[in-house]
């Protein structure tokens, strides 16, 4: 079967991949041993949720 990517559904796929993305980030920064993980872990996270808020944006145009 063929199927036509439509670029919303592409990026509302992107964001719902990117929200299980940091939500398994937030687990682990719960279980990091050192703060230098923790640090790292949420540096990650703060990408991720940048990237969704402007996927997110480009949706609201």
């Given at each position: 079967m063929?199927?036509?990517?439509?670029p919303?559904?592409?990026a509302?796929?992107?964001?719902?991949?990117?929200?299980l993305?940091?939500?398994?980030?937030?687990?682990?920064?719960?279980?990091?041993?050192?703060?230098?993980?923790?640090?790292?872990m949420?540096?990650?996270?703060?990408?991720?949720?940048?990237?969704?808020?402007q996927?997110?944006?480009?949706?609201?145009?």
């Amino acid at each position: 079967m063929n199927q036509v990517c439509i670029p919303e559904e592409a990026a509302i796929i992107q964001i719902e991949r990117l929200a299980l993305e940091a939500r398994h980030i937030r687990r682990r920064i719960e279980s990091a041993h050192t703060p230098q993980d923790r640090r790292v872990m949420n540096r990650q996270l703060q990408e991720i949720e940048a990237e969704i808020h402007q996927l997110q944006s480009r949706l609201e145009r």
